[in-house]
């Protein structure tokens, strides 16, 4: 194998281990783990390996000029199914990913569909309806009309697309299919590459507390603690959640954690959430926390006293990362929180340890968070 087949079609971006294998070049050889070559080629090749993007160093940048073994298929006419494609837009000349709803001899109506900011990894989008944009010709908003030859069609496995009732996950990175389809484009209708701009109209927050909570006084806390501990490569936290008032409208919920290792600074902190439901969300957000706030390739041990998250936990682990959302969302609705803590673990490289201790064994940190 060579770097170029494990890159973008414009060579920019490494591709996730998922996309690789769907390739041709792969298919008498197919493994869904991902191996440990592809980490450590990840670590040689990544511009910033750590922040979970995928793009080059520039040294491993390679154009190419052919579809690097990539099957490109036309949506297909004789069905009725509501697939998904990919189009270039005219009006908004980006990009388009969206839903076939109407079939008219050679052109398709399309609905747009756009990325769920909170929801997508960078690996898996996760994609809802537009409710308007640039993109729209139509009365019925947001679609528009386009020619099959300018569509790709995205081959998705039915089973784990549906993440809940109107949010699909693609397989693949939005990247891929930008340039999946300018590439198409400039092959079919010979057009000039510069026609089509590498566009940012998405962004992904590198930084994973900037990504995952809301802009505020939490979010400058976080910021605060991630900043005290960047240069730890060990830490201990004991964390808790507790409900308080779960019989009022304004229940909220309050979490604490502390860091106790003395290989780093001791940290307490304590946050309230409103409008939280359940006393094993809370839990799992004191976890998110202390995840959250760990630098990079560190190796983190959580005391905590829910043994339900740390079965879970060791449930998700072994599954194969990325999670597809069939682990994810069949369950409950923690999965939310679930999703966004693995995600914190692979794309941050964390290793994390668990242990159990008793609930509310009076140390002083339950003082802590009822106060
Ligand atoms: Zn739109």
Not at 69 to 98: A, C, D, E
Not at 119 to 128: D, E, R
Not at 133 to 158: G, M, R, Y
Not at 255 to 260: D, E, H
Request: net charge positive; proline share 5%; hydrophobic share 40%.
């Amino acid at each position: 194998m060579f770097i170029d087949q494990l890159t973008s079609l414009n060579g920019e971006f490494l591709l996730p281990w998922s996309s690789i294998t769907s390739r041709i070049f792969t298919q008498h050889n197919v493994t869904s783990i991902t191996p440990i070559w592809f980490k450590t080629l990840q670590n040689i090749v990544l511009f910033n390996p750590s922040s979970g993007s995928l793009q080059l160093k520039s040294q491993f940048i390679f154009r190419s000029n052919n579809f690097k073994g990539m099957l490109l298929q036309l949506p297909p006419m004789n069905t009725r199914s509501k697939s998904f494609v990919v189009t270039w837009n005219y009006n908004s000349n980006t990009l388009m990913i969206g839903r076939i709803i109407d079939r008219n001899n050679n052109n398709l109506h399309i609905e747009h569909w756009v990325p769920n900011q909170t929801l997508s990894l960078i690996h898996q989008p996760v994609i809802q309806r537009c409710s308007g944009c640039l993109c729209n010709t139509e009365s019925l908003s947001c679609s528009t009309w386009s020619p099959l030859n300018d569509t790709i069609f995205i081959v998705t496995s039915k089973k784990n697309q549906k993440v809940s009732e109107g949010l699909y996950r693609l397989p693949s990175p939005l990247f891929e299919y930008q340039q999946q389809i300018i590439h198409h484009m400039n092959f079919s209708r010979q057009i000039m590459p510069y026609y089509f701009k590498q566009q940012k109209f998405w962004h992904f927050e590198d930084n994973l507390i900037k990504r995952y909570i809301e802009k505020g006084s939490l979010q400058n806390q976080l910021l605060h603690y991630q900043n005290i501990f960047e240069s730890s490569t060990n830490l201990e936290f004991y964390t808790d959640g507790s409900l308080i008032d779960p019989a009022m409208n304004t229940m909220s919920m309050g979490f604490a954690l502390i860091q106790s290792s003395s290989a780093a600074p001791y940290i307490e902190f304590a946050a309230r959430i409103e409008r939280w439901p359940s006393s094993y969300r809370a839990e799992l957000a004191a976890i998110l926390v202390a995840l959250i706030i760990s630098p990079m390739n560190s190796t983190i041990t959580i005391f905590t006293d829910s043994k339900s998250s740390i079965d879970h936990f060791f449930y998700l682990q072994q599954q194969q990362l990325p999670l597809s959302p069939r682990n994810l969302f069949k369950e409950d609705s923690n999965n939310y929180l679930w999703t966004i803590i693995m995600d914190i673990i692979e794309i941050n490289s964390i290793i994390v340890k668990f242990f159990k201790i008793q609930s509310h064994s009076g140390n002083h940190y339950n003082d802590l968070i009822r106060s």
